[in-house]
């Protein structure tokens, strides 16, 4: 069973910094791509990063762009999304996904975590 | 960049009805590379269709999608009590950005 589990969401202050991780099991998790999707409270869906199987292609929205930084580490099977310079509407559960790759729809998703960003 | 726009907004239809849920894309998708989700309150989104038009694994056959270009429709031919979600068109991979619609609630009348 495919299963997606996000941590290290929390409140953090504007301009500050923090570190999601997703912990994936249940497929071989260096043949698939991952991304990051966020919705903010009562809003909707908005993708923020991709990368590729390898990890060698990352891919940025430009909301994001220069501030966040997706990774993997594929012998632990973790996807993660360093985030900086921190924004009041960066605030958003943050589900990470599988994807075959980098032109297919995301068929697992996490549950998410919230990160708060606030004074 | 790929614009989505869904329409209506909110649908309140009663159990047993018929649901028709538009997508418009700013330009045409290649390929249909066209997904709906389903998203239930505080939960994570479920892929529907995919494609355009192929159910994706365990989604019911009263589900389905079709459209190409840059109109697409997800038709759910008689309502459950399970089906009463949010709902998300997105177009995936198009210059490696991928794209969500705002959505469509569907909501009980």
């Known amino acids: 069973e495919v299963q997606l589990l996000e941590s290290g969401g929390g409140l953090v202050q504007p301009g500050g910094s923090l570190r999601v991780s997703c912990a994936a099991s249940g497929f071989t998790f260096s043949s698939y791509a991952m991304t990051w999707v966020r919705q903010a409270p009562g809003k909707g869906l908005e993708w923020v990063s991709a990368?590729?199987?390898?990890?060698?292609?990352?891919y940025y929205a430009d909301s994001v762009k220069g501030r966040f930084t997706i990774s993997r580490d594929n012998s632990k099977n973790t996807l993660f999304l360093q985030m900086n310079s921190l924004r009041a509407e960066d605030t958003a559960v943050y589900h990470c996904a599988k994807a075959k790759g980098l032109v297919t729809p995301f068929d697992y998703w996490g549950q998410g975590t919230l990160v708060t960003v606030s004074s | 960049e790929i614009v989505l726009t869904q329409s209506p907004a909110t649908l309140s239809l009663s159990p047993g009805e018929r649901a028709t849920l538009s997508c418009r894309a700013s330009?045409?998708?290649?390929?249909?590379?066209l997904a709906w989700y389903q998203q239930k309150f505080g939960q994570a989104p479920r892929l529907l269709i995919y494609g355009a038009s192929n159910r994706a694994t365990g989604i019911p056959d009263r589900f389905s999608g079709s459209g190409s270009g840059t109109d697409f429709t997800l038709t759910i031919s008689r309502l459950e009590p399970e089906d009463f979600a949010v709902y998300y068109c997105?177009?995936?991979?198009?210059?490696?950005?991928?794209?969500f619609g705002q959505g469509t609630k569907v909501e009980i009348k």
């Open positions: 330009q045409r998708l290649s390929s249909s590379y």
């Open positions: 997105q177009q995936y991979g198009s210059s490696r950005t991928w794209t």
């Open positions: 990368i590729s199987d390898g990890g060698g292609n990352t």
